[in-house]
Every structure is written in C-alpha cells, then in structure tokens.
C-alpha cells in the first residue's frame, strides 16, 4: 500500500553533512507519522528520529541530537534527515519508515508499517 525510497547516502568525511530523502508513494502521506532508523553491522536497528504527521512534532534519539534534523514536505510526500557533524559511529544503513495506524511520534520499530530499502551512509575517519 506504501512504498518508501531513501536517497541520499553516501561516502562522507568525520565532521560533513548528509542529507536524506525519503520519498512515500501514497496520497496520504500527510497522514502517517515517519521515522528514521538505522542499522550498522552486526548491531540491532535504531530509532534516530521521529516526526508527526504534521511535522509540527519531532524526537530524536540522544545520540544525534542537537546534529541531525528531521523535516517533511507534505505536499512532496517526503521525508528528510539531515546529517550534520557525522562521526564514524554514524555509519549504517538508514531506514525510512511509515506509521499508518497512529499521527504521532512513535520510537519503536515495531510502531512502523513500512519500510523502505536502505541507503549506505558511511562516515571516514
């Protein structure tokens, strides 16, 4: 019903900027509440932010605070997070992904419905 594609990723020096984008296929995307997760090898998949329907509501996870940010462009259907000051623990697969069911910030994996594919983001040292 939602297909989500992340663009964005890349190869980046310790201390650059990223930006990603996350493009929702449906109409309603003004409706589902999306996040951003992230996976590095070996390690479970993380929450990194969260952002309302509305895009009026926004959470982030301790570790990116205050560096990265999460926006929407509704009228896009699109997701964004930008990445500034990467570090090398920043390295991972990044996730888009869609709630349906609720508007709201939501900080689990299992709050989500869809997901998209990855994008790479892999910060040199």
């Known amino acids: 019903q939602v297909q989500l594609g992340e663009s964005g990723g890349g190869l980046v020096q310790a201390g650059g900027s990223l930006r990603l984008s996350c493009a929702a296929s449906?109409?309603?995307?003004?409706?589902?509440?999306m996040g951003w997760f992230r996976q590095a090898p070996g390690k479970e998949r993380d929450i990194v932010a969260s952002i309302s329907s509305s895009g009026r509501t926004t959470w982030y996870a301790d570790s990116v605070k205050g560096r990265f940010t999460i926006s929407r462009d509704n009228a896009k259907s699109t997701v964004y997070l930008q990445m500034n000051s990467l570090k090398a623990e920043d390295t991972a697969v990044y996730y888009c992904?869609?709630?349906?069911?609720?508007?709201?910030?939501?900080?689990?994996?299992?709050?989500?419905?869809?997901w998209g594919q990855g994008t790479q983001v892999t910060v040199s040292s």
């Open positions: 449906g109409r309603t995307f003004s409706s589902y509440a």
């Open positions: 992904a869609a709630r349906t069911g609720y508007p709201g910030t939501a900080y689990s994996s299992r709050d989500y419905d869809y």
